[in-house]
């Protein structure tokens, strides 16, 4: 699973764009080489990045 790669990798964020359900999947909290947590944001949410503090981003704007 690509998921996986992105967890033993060390990328400490993954989403997913998902445009069926108009919604942002935020995939965090990695152990044993998989994300554990995922939390969807939803188009009236915004969704603030770990990796860069200070930088939100509105979910309405990505699905667009």
């Known amino acids: ?5 992105y967890a033993q990798a060390g990328i400490a964020e993954y989403w997913v764009v998902n445009l069926i359900d108009r919604l942002i999947e935020v995939h965090t909290d990695i152990a044993g080489g998989a ?4 939390t969807p944001a939803r188009p009236d949410e915004s969704i603030k990045m770990r990796e860069l503090p200070g930088v939100e981003i509105a979910v309405a704007e990505i699905l667009r």
Not at 1 to 5: G, N, R, T
Not at 35 to 38: A, C, H, I
């Open 1 to 5: 699973m690509k998921s996986d790669v």
């Open 35 to 38: 994300y554990t947590r995922v």
